[in-house]
C-alpha cells in the first residue's frame, strides 16, 4: 500500500494531510480522523481509502507488538 501511493506521489500529501487535521483536533484516533481525510481529499478518493486502509493495519500492527511485549514481560497469560 505504502509503496503504491508513493509511486503515485500521494503518500507524503496524505501524511501532510493527516498531519494538519490531528493538530487541529488534538487526536490521533483514526476513527475521528478518518473522515475527514476522506472529506478534504481533493485528489483520486481511492489514495486516500489506501492510505486509510495502510494506517488501520499499522495500528493492529502496534497492538499485537504491544500484547506480544506484554506477554514476554509476563504480563498477560495464554
Do not use: C, N
Not at 500521494?10 to 493538530?23: P, R, W
Not at 489514495?47 to 511485549?69: G, W
Amino acid at each position: 500500500m505504502e509503496r503504491t501511493l508513493k509511486k503515485r506521489g500521494t503518500y507524503q500529501k496524505l501524511i501532510a494531510v493527516t498531519d494538519e487535521i490531528e493538530e487541529e483536533l488534538e487526536t490521533k484516533d483514526l476513527k475521528t480522523v478518518t473522515p475527514i481525510i476522506l472529506e478534504r481529499w481533493d485528489e483520486p478518493k481511492e489514495d486516500a481509502h489506501l492510505f486509510i486502509s495502510f494506517l488501520e493495519k499499522l495500528k493492529k500492527m502496534k497492538e499485537a507488538e504491544k500484547q506480544l511485549e506484554e506477554i514476554r514481560r509476563g504480563g498477560i497469560t495464554a
